[in-house]
């Protein structure tokens, strides 16, 4: 591989590709299925890009960044291709940063791409086919702006002119929702300015089958009408790329799902008490099976589409029409996004950098939930990735640098006091990143707000401080200062508790009996 040496500030870079242009405007293209650049001093910070919207990201010291989770990870929180990769390591793009403060970004201009720092490098590298890298070396801000520049005439921008602000049934109801208690709530809100009220996971018979189930006796038509009738838009939730064990869709069509090379199912993790697979996008029939369900989504009435689990269409596997993984993603995503029309499309759980140019929103950052932080997932099993306010905040305040290519969705807001455990402090930094994302939701029920938290809650719906950028994880909004350096910050874990569970799965134990055990550690500690 040709090596060529590159001006990047005021020192000569050695890279190896085999090809390097200065680009017009800043940094350097380059060429090649797999380059290299040779870092002049060890980097102070490495910026990890996880695989999809609950995967961790952002800056960390890279002696200090959990190797990406060996043990306990689930398909469903990274890629799983490299959940026990030994080099610290960001999908699609990395960056790293020296003590002056300047940063150097390697990030791919085409999709199956990850970049790892090895023996000194950036080394980035395509999973299948696959050429284009754009590099550059200065103030974070300018890199980054240039790489999502970039980003966006390769992949294109799909986001609507305006980010929506809703009420999303998720985070009060969870699956308990009702016909009943959803137009109860509906009407509870009266005139509260939110664009759209969507309906989450819980109306459906079953994940992979997407009629509605008895809860629903109207259907799903006659809630969209009574949501339209307040003005607002209606928006539903679903889960078109998996399915649950129990469903019919797997039990009829075992064909259409994803298998490996032992001929076995692929997994797409565990959730509502069953395993989940992975439809193959490329399959026509599935493609067919998307738009159509889709089409009966519009036709029910629902204007604004959250697509979740949309990780499973990006899994390895053996696919119908031999592909990429991501590009195989793609299409699947494609043939979604061409069906739903003019909905607004919300992705979620979704590879982030293959579902640019395709979707309207994202969700850059794992759950949400009434609490800070979980001490077992995070300092026990250094997961980040699970439900809390603090993993929400940490990844989605480091992944705005994509708001010129998507609405970036940081999640909830909470206003209530009585059903959370939130302090204000807390409360307001979610509040503050919302708005910096110009994407604000909330699931609080009207019964539980006073007359003051409701008037808070229309403030925030409304507000459009002058936001400045004063530093890495601190903004100015309308002049007062806002901090995310508390959440951003990765606690400490112990090592030798890590490797005993890497070791107890591979020697074959079930990952909830570990769970289990580590719970019962972590009791008896207390
Ligand atoms: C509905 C929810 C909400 C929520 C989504 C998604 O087990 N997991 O790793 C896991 C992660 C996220 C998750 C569910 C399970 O939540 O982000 O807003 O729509 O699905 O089920």
Redesign the pocket.
């Known amino acids: 591989m040709p090596l060529h040496q590159i001006r990047f500030g005021d020192a000569d870079w050695t890279v190896q590709a085999e090809n390097a242009s200065p680009h017009p405007d800043f940094g350097v293209t380059l060429q090649g299925n797999s380059v290299q650049i040779a870092l002049r001093e060890p980097p102070r910070y490495f910026y990890r890009h996880g695989w999809q919207s ?1 995967s961790l990201t952002g800056w960390a010291r890279p002696t200090t960044l959990p190797a990406q989770k060996p043990a306990l990870l ?1 398909p ?2 990274t890629d799983p291709v490299y959940a026990s990769h030994p080099a610290p390591l960001g999908c699609g793009m990395a960056a790293v940063d020296f003590a002056d403060d300047n940063v150097l970004l390697l990030g791919a201009l085409g999709l199956d791409a990850r970049v790892q720092l090895r023996e000194g490098s950036l080394h980035g590298f395509f999973e299948g086919g696959g050429a284009d890298w754009f590099a550059a070396f200065g103030p974070e801000d300018k890199v980054f702006g240039q790489y999502a520049e970039l980003l966006k005439q390769r992949f294109g921008s799909g986001r609507g002119d305006q980010s929506p602000s809703m009420w999303c049934s ?1 985070y009060s109801y969870y699956t308990k929702i009702s016909e009943a208690n959803l137009l109860e709530t509906l009407h509870g809100w009266g005139d509260m300015p939110f664009e759209v009220f969507q309906v ?2 819980g109306w459906q018979l079953k994940v992979g089958d997407w009629q509605p189930n008895k809860k629903f006796p109207s259907g799903m038509a006659a809630l969209a009408e009574q949501i339209r009738s307040t003005g607002r838009k209606a928006g539903l ?1 679903l889960a078109p790329l998996i399915a649950a064990k129990s469903a019919d869709l797997f039990r009829g069509r075992p064909d259409w799902f994803l298998r490996d090379e032992q001929n076995q199912f692929v997994s797409a993790g565990f ?1 509502w008490g069953e395993p989940l697979y992975a439809l193959d996008p490329t399959h026509p029939d599935v493609q067919a099976w998307l738009a159509a369900l889709m089409q009966q989504v519009r036709s029910w009435g629902y204007d604004y589409i959250k697509l ?1 689990f949309l990780y499973a269409g990006g899994l390895p596997g053996k696919h119908h029409t031999p592909m990429p993984r991501e590009a195989a993603y793609r299409q699947g995503l494609q043939t979604l996004r061409e069906a739903m029309g003019e909905a607004y499309f919300l992705a ?2 979704a590879p982030v950098l293959p579902s640019l140019g395709l979707c309207d929103g994202i ?1 850059v950052g794992p ?1 949400v939930a009434g609490f800070w932080n979980s001490e077992r997932d995070s300092r026990l099993l250094a997961n980040f990735t699970t439900p809390g306010m603090r993993n929400a905040i940490r990844t989605s305040s480091q992944r705005l640098w994509l708001s010129p290519l998507a609405h970036c969705d940081p999640d909830v807001t909470y206003f209530s006091e009585a059903n959370n455990e939130l302090t204000a402090e807390q409360k307001q930094a979610m509040q503050d990143l919302a708005v910096l994302c110009a994407f604000r939701a909330t699931s609080d029920l009207p019964g539980w707000l006073s007359a003051a938290q409701k008037s808070a809650l229309r403030d925030f719906l409304a507000a459009c401080p002058a936001i400045r950028k004063t530093g890495r994880y601190t903004y100015q909004l309308d002049g007062r200062n806002v901090d995310f350096g508390a959440a951003v910050e990765l606690p400490n874990f112990p090592r030798g508790l890590e490797s005993l569970l890497a070791g107890l799965v591979r020697w074959g134990a079930d990952q909830k009996w570990i769970v289990t055990l580590v719970a019962k550690m972590e009791q008896e500690k207390d």
Do not use: E, F, I, K
């Open positions: 609950w689930l469903m929180q998720w989450d996971d939730w959730n979740d979620c759980g969700r759950d």
